[in-house]
Each structure stands twice: as C-alpha cells, then as structure tokens.
Antibody
Framework: QVQLVESGGGVVQPGRSLRLSCAASGFTFNNYVMHWVRQAPGKGLEWVAVISYDGNIEYYTDSVKGRFTISRDNSRNTLYLQMNSLRPEDTAVYYC????????????????WGQGTLVTVSS | QSALTQPRSVSGSPGQSVTISCTGTSSEVGGYDYVSWYQQHPGKAPKLMIYDVNERPSGVPGRFSGSKSGNTASLTISGLHPDDEAEYYCSSYADINTFVFGTGTKVTVL
C-alpha cells in the first residue's frame, strides 16, 4: 500500500541545520509532486514547500524562503527537506504528503500523509 | 499568505448536521475551485475528505459534502457519527504557486 515515512527530526539549537527525509513506497514516486506541511504544537497546519516530479520546480512559503530547500532523489524514492538557520518558530511536526499530479497545479491535494517527524528548535 | 478563517469549534448531537465555513479572499478560495478538506484525529496525520470543492475520494462516507460561494467554502457533515469528532482543515491554492490551510475547526459530537 502507499506509504510515506518521515525521519530526521530531533532537538536542534537555533541557527543550526537539520535534514528531514521522507521515504516513499507503494507507488511510482517519480510520477508525483510532493509537499512538506508542518504543524506547530497545538496549532494548525502550515504548507511549507512543494517540488515537481523531476525536482526541477520548487516553491516555498515566505517564512522559509532562503533557509529551507526541498529536494528529491527519485532513484531512492525519497523526499528531503534541508532546514538551515533554524528558529524557535520552526518547531513543529513536519509531514510529507503526496500530490495528485506530476506538475504543480492549482488543483493539488495532499494525500496521503506520512506520520510526521517532530523538530524542536531550542537552546 | 494568511491562513484561511474557520470557526474555532462546532458541535452537534449524533445524527445532526454541522457545517464548517472557510473564508478567504479572491486570491485563493474565491479565485479557484480547488478547495480541499482534511480530517485530523488527535496524534494522527490528516486525511483527505473533500477535494475540488465538492468531490469525495473513494472511501469517504457520503455524509461529507462540500460547497463554495464567493470567498467562502463550506464542509457539511450530515448525520454526525461519534468518530467524526476531530479537527477539520480547509486548504486552497493561493496565487503564485503556494498553498494555504485554514485555521482549523474542532468538531465535537455531543
């Protein structure tokens, strides 16, 4: 069955870096756009970034532009989120989610989702 | 990129109907017929319930329905079940290749 498994979360000091991974299985990974969505403790969902099927197109929410980089390795069926210059407000559970198309279009959806990985930014 | 506005909570008895609103602007909700809705139980990942304003993925019960008027989308749960108690989020494409979620609504089954 379709499965997404995130890893790489943990506790990190402000200003440091962390790389999250999302291992995909049960579907043809290189046929789909992929997203990262985060959820701060006790708060709502926030879309973070998206990448096209081939990795050539990326878009970000304003608050992470210049600090976060989304990427993918289709040979490893894995999605990544490189997070640099981390701030306390980046503390959240980070989810990866599959889109329904190969290219980034307005009619996107987020389905399915992984179980999430917790990132805590604290000194 | 401000979050879409949802009521903080709604409630109803089993078998009743509840409606959750999701208000944005012409830059997202009002500008595109691509609103989706997600259900999230505590400690769990979100689940897609509605896409393209009013379409249900296979496996989602027919008591879930969506609609949109102007800058406001709505999710209606007709005939509440106890396991419908959860947090619900709307989402929409926003201008310039970004996406936005709603603030979330807690549905309580009394």
């Amino acid at each position: 069955q379709v499965q997404l498994v995130e890893s790489g979360g943990g506790v990190v000091q402000p200003g440091r870096s962390l790389r999250l991974s999302c291992a995909a299985s049960g579907f043809t990974f290189n046929n789909y756009v992929m997203h990262w969505v985060r959820q701060a403790p006790g708060k709502g969902l926030e879309w973070v970034a998206v990448i096209s099927y081939d990795g050539n197109i990326e878009y970000y929410t304003d608050s992470v532009k210049g600090r976060f980089t989304i990427s993918r390795d289709n040979s490893r069926n894995t999605l990544y989120l490189q997070m640099n210059s981390l701030r306390p407000e980046d503390t959240a559970v980070y989810y990866c989610a599959r889109d329904r198309f190969r290219v980034v279009v307005p009619s996107a959806w987020f389905d399915p989702w992984g179980q999430g990985t917790l990132v805590t930014v604290s000194s | 990129q401000s979050a879409l506005t949802q009521p903080r909570s709604v409630s109803g008895s089993p078998g009743q109907s509840v409606t959750i609103s999701c208000t944005g602007t012409s830059s997202e909700v009002g500008g595109y017929d691509y609103v989706s809705w997600y259900q999230q139980h505590p400690g769990k990942a979100p689940k897609l319930m509605i896409y393209d304003v009013n379409e249900r993925p296979s496996g989602v019960p027919g008591r879930f329905s969506g609609s949109k008027s102007g800058n406001t989308a709505s999710l209606t749960i007709s005939g509440l079940h106890p396991d419908d108690e959860a947090e619900y989020y709307c989402s929409s494409y926003a201008d310039i290749n970004t996406f936005v979620f709603g603030t979330g609504t807690k549905v309580t089954v009394l």
